[in-house]
C-alpha cells in the first residue's frame, strides 16, 4: 500500500527514446520538433494515466541557448544548458528528486547511464520498457472508452415496441 505522499517520477532521455521508437525516429529524419512534440504527448498520456510526475529532458546540443523548463499538460519539459548533456541534467535531478518517498524512474536505453542511475539508487526503464508500457496504457484507454460507450448505450430502459407506439400516442394527445 502507497501513502499519500508518495510518489513516483519518470525522468525521459528525450532524444534517446526518440531515437529507439520507430515512429519518432522516423518522423525525426523529417521534423526533429515534431518528434519531440510527438513524444511529449505520448508522455502526457502517460502521465494522465499513471499520475506519475513526468519529466522529459532534452540536449541543447539540438536547440541552443540557455537552460530552459516549460510544461505541456502536465510533463515538465527541460532543455538542458547549452554545454550539458541529457544524462547530466538527469543525473543531477535524480539527486534533486531521490528520497524516502520518491522512487525515481529513467527512461533511456544508454547503457553507461543505466549503470550510473543505479548507482544513485533510480531504477531504469528502457525506451522499449516504456514503449510497450505506453502502448498498452493506449489500449486500455480505448478499452474504457468502448466500455464506456456501451454503457451509455445500455442503461437505456428496454422498452417493447408495442409500448412504445402507446407512449407516443399519449405525448401526441391522441387516444
Not at 71 to 95: F, G, H, N, P, S
Not at 122 to 129: G, N, P
Request: proline residues 1%.
Amino acid at each position: 500500500m502507497r501513502l499519500v505522499n508518495d510518489m513516483n517520477v519518470l525522468l525521459v532521455d528525450g532524444y534517446n527514446i526518440i531515437g529507439a521508437w520507430d515512429e519518432l525516429k522516423i518522423l525525426k529524419d523529417h521534423d526533429l520538433a515534431q518528434a519531440r512534440d510527438l513524444l511529449v504527448e505520448k508522455m502526457a498520456e502517460y502521465q494522465a494515466y499513471t499520475g506519475n510526475r513526468v519529466i522529459v529532458v532534452f540536449d541543447a546540443y539540438y536547440v541552443r541557448g540557455l537552460e530552459h523548463k516549460h510544461k505541456d499538460y502536465k510533463v515538465e519539459v527541460i532543455y538542458t544548458k547549452e554545454k550539458e548533456t541529457a544524462d547530466e541534467c538527469i543525473e543531477r535531478l535524480i539527486k534533486d528528486l531521490k528520497n524516502v518517498k520518491t522512487q525515481v524512474y529513467v527512461a533511456t536505453s544508454d547503457y553507461t547511464e543505466q549503470r550510473t542511475i543505479f548507482a544513485q539508487g533510480a531504477l531504469r526503464k528502457s525506451a522499449r520498457e516504456l514503449y510497450i508500457e505506453t502502448n498498452n496504457i493506449e489500449k486500455q484507454i480505448e478499452e474504457e472508452l468502448e466500455n464506456h460507450k456501451k454503457i451509455q448505450s445500455a442503461s437505456k430502459i428496454p422498452i417493447k415496441k408495442e409500448v412504445l407506439e402507446v407512449f407516443e400516442k399519449w405525448r401526441r394527445g391522441d387516444k
